[in-house]
């Protein structure tokens, strides 16, 4: 409902901190253009009333998008996010419609579409990593860029049964990802991974915060105003009622409406190892803690490379153009 978007956009105007990014997502929220454009303009509005730098983005499964819409998003400056997995066969092994009507097909068709309009600097794949493709990471990753993508995230499918097997997994199809990126920088081609782009790229107290301090950039708000950390959409109705941290209605609960983020505090540093305790918000945690942290690894490894290597040095320049789109 439009009041609990407005809730939810007005919570995030009066906390401290004049950048602030808005991200729309579902379900499908494209299935509700209007929506998304009461939003919009709300949220704009807001933010010229609280002096707040506002980025806006939206993700979709581009199955029903049109050029009108496409338009709407350039002009109001939309950063674009496509979740798509990657190969045909990969894909359409979960993305399928209610009648299991594959997606595939519909969404690389309406991709150029989508890339013309938005421009590629502006929009990125979402590579979901489910269990039963860890494996397959970097062929879907390569397929990705070959679609015309030069942005990419790595995004962990959390509550589908990570096994100790598919864990295992994850860290060596990681790294031939990044090591791929890494060969092909070296060749002047320049592929991006979304949650590399952010952390080397801003200074050290406001990484250390967005580390410990949830309510930094993982906040969520669900359709019936429920506030929660990510991966909220992911659990099921005990791990949704398990991770409600307040409401847009009645405000936050009691344990987190006098939160202060204090780096020294031992409730600070507790806070997310506390919060991910229930089993349901925890599969998937462990590969989504590693994929930061090797993206990290990753871009430091680029940025000590750029003073000795003119094509890190050029990697690493258009990487601080992309600073912004960095995904948590």
Request: hydrophobic residues 35%; glycine residues 6%; aromatic residues 12%.
């Amino acid at each position: 409902p439009l009041d609990i978007a407005q809730g939810a956009v007005d919570f995030m105007m009066s906390a401290p901190g004049r950048h602030k990014q808005l991200f729309i997502y579902g379900g499908e929220p494209f299935l509700n253009f209007e929506l998304v454009k009461e939003i919009t303009f709300y949220a704009e509005e807001v933010a010229r009333r609280n002096d707040k730098d506002l980025d806006l983005a939206i993700c979709t499964s581009a199955v029903f998008a049109t050029r009108e819409q496409m338009e709407f998003l350039r002009e109001h400056r939309y950063f674009l996010s496509v979740s798509i997995d990657g190969t045909r066969e990969d894909h359409d092994r979960h993305r399928v419609l209610k009648n299991g009507q594959p997606t595939w097909n519909k969404i690389t068709r309406l991709l150029p579409m989508m890339l013309e309009t938005i421009g590629p600097e502006k929009t990125m794949a979402i590579q979901c990593i489910h269990p039963n493709n860890v494996k397959n990471m970097l062929t879907n990753f390569q397929a990705l860029i070959a679609m015309g993508f030069r942005n990419v995230e790595i995004e962990i499918i959390h509550g589908f049964g990570w096994g100790e097997a598919e864990i295992n997994l994850f860290r060596p199809n990681m790294q031939q990802v990044l090591d791929w990126i890494w060969a092909e920088a070296l060749e002047g081609r320049h592929r991006f991974l979304g949650c590399s782009l952010g952390p080397v790229l801003e200074w050290q107290g406001v990484q250390e915060q967005k580390d410990l301090c949830p309510f930094y950039c993982t906040m969520e708000t669900y359709p019936d105003g429920t506030y929660s950390f990510y991966p909220f959409p992911f659990v099921n109705e005990t791990g949704r009622k398990n991770s409600a941290v307040g409401h847009v209605q009645r405000g936050l609960s009691a344990t987190y409406e006098s939160c202060r983020f204090d780096r020294n505090s031992s409730v600070c540093q507790n806070c997310t190892k506390d919060y991910y305790q229930d089993p349901t918000l925890n599969d998937g945690n462990s590969p989504y803690h590693w994929r930061t942290q090797m993206a990290r690894s990753f871009i430091q490894k680029v940025a000590l490379s750029a003073g000795r290597d003119a094509r890190m040095m050029s990697y690493f320049s258009a990487a601080m153009r992309r600073r912004r789109i960095g995904t948590v």
